[in-house]
Each structure stands twice: as C-alpha cells, then as structure tokens.
C-alpha cells in the first residue's frame, strides 16, 4: 500500500458527463501530481499541484481542470466526456515540490468508461 | 524536453534467467532516473532510482539498473527472474535542473515463463 488513495476505483458514465476524481496523498506529501494511462498514449503527465499551486501543466485538455485543497487532497473534473477519454488516471505524490530527487508514491488509480 | 525510450514493448524471459529491460533517455541537464513496476489492476511501485554516485543501482525485489551516462542508458536488470516478476514496466526521467515532474516511458511488458 503505497498511502496514496483514490477514489473512486471504477467509474462508468456517459458521454457530455462531468466527473470528480478524488486523491489523497500520502501523510506530509505536499505535492500532487496527475497521470493519464491508456494504451495507446501511455502513462501521460496531466497536472501537479504543491501545497496549494499549480507547479507543471502537462497534456491536459482545456475540458479537465484540477485543484488541491488546504487540506492537500487533490481533484480532478473531467467535463463533457468523450469517448476518447476512458483511461485509467492515476494521481501520485511526493514530498518534495518536484525540483529535487525524491520518487512519487502512486495511488491505485480510477478506471475511467465513457459510454 | 526531457524524454524516455523503451525500445522493447515485450521481453520474454524463462524462470532462472537474467532479464535486462531497456530505457535510454536524453534530457538538457543531468538526470534523475527512475524505475516503476504495475502489477495488472494495480497503481505503479517505486523499485529504484538513481540520483548520482554509484552508477550500480540496487531496489526492491532483487532488481538494479545500471546507469551509462555516455550511452544515455538506464537498464534495468536481474540476475535470476521469477515468474512473479512478470509486470509492465517503466522507466522515468526527470532533469535536475528544471522543475518538471516525472517524464515516463511507454513501458515494457516483461513475461517470465516457468
């Protein structure tokens, strides 16, 4: 069990939806990070976020927009879904705030079904 | 822009074998390497990582990388694989000089047969 948890585990719903994903990171990590995985892009980075801010944009699609809360938990929302969007999206975290040699912990991941 | 090759989406290896999965990488500056494991259903595991020092890298479950800075390589290695070790995976990249996060390979899907 790496500490880091997402939830939910599975989400099946239709396209034009609007989903939430929820992150919470290990205890003291203060950095959150984002990952798409599907298997013909690989494990893509979305976003990262450091107590609070907004540190990196990766891929992310103007239709996904993240946010970390004072509590450090993280979300993600995924508007007006597509089809394209299904994938397993992973949310990892670290202490450090990403400039140094510390690894990132991963959480389990939310399977994503667009319909 | 930083960025990782795994030239190799699929290494069989028999039970009792050394294994080697490959990753080269090509970065501005100095980097720091990672390696990652996904076991079906699972989220990624940190095996080891290589920071600077000793370009012999020793992790988790009998695994070490090797680090060649003229041959911008990483591989990752072995000596005697387990069925068990049959998973995807990846290796990362991330330039120390910069502040970016973790750049990954596609992943090598690695099958040790009994």
């Known amino acids: 069990d790496s500490g880091v948890t997402q939830t939910p585990k599975h989400l099946i719903t239709a396209t034009g939806q609007r989903v939430t994903l929820r992150c919470s990171p290990r205890?003291?990590?203060?950095?959150v990070y984002w990952y798409q995985q599907s298997l013909d892009q690989g494990l893509q980075f979305l976003i990262h976020?450091?107590?609070?801010?907004?540190?990196a944009k990766g891929n992310i699609l103007e239709r996904f927009s993240a946010q970390q809360f004072p509590d450090l938990h993280s979300e993600l929302n995924l508007s007006s879904l597509e089809l394209g969007d299904s994938a397993l999206y992973f949310c990892?975290?670290?202490?450090?705030?990403?400039?140094?040699?510390?690894?990132?912990?991963f959480g389990q991941g939310t399977r994503l079904t667009v319909v | 822009a930083q960025s990782v090759a795994q030239p190799e989406d699929q290494v069989n290896v028999a039970e009792g074998n050394p294994l080697t999965v490959k990753c080269t990488y090509s970065?501005?500056?100095?980097?720091?390497l990672f390696w990652y494991v996904q076991y079906p259903n699972r989220g990624l595991q940190f095996l080891l990582k290589?920071?600077?020092?000793?370009?012999l890298v020793k992790g988790s479950y009998g695994f070490e990388a090797e680090f060649n800075k003229s041959q911008t390589s990483f591989h990752l290695k072995k000596p005697s694989a387990l069925v068990s070790d049959s998973a995807l995976y990846f290796c990362?990249?991330?330039?120390?000089?910069?502040?970016?996060?973790?750049?990954f390979g596609k992943g090598t899907r690695l099958s040790v047969i009994a």
């Open positions: 990892a975290s670290s202490v450090g705030g990403g400039l140094g040699n510390t690894e990132a912990f």
């Open positions: 205890s003291g990590d203060l950095s």
């Open positions: 976020y450091y107590n609070g801010e907004e540190r």
């Open positions: 970065v501005s500056g100095n980097p720091y």
């Open positions: 290589y920071i600077t020092g000793d370009n």
């Open positions: 990362a990249v991330r330039d120390i000089t910069g502040n970016t996060p973790l750049v």
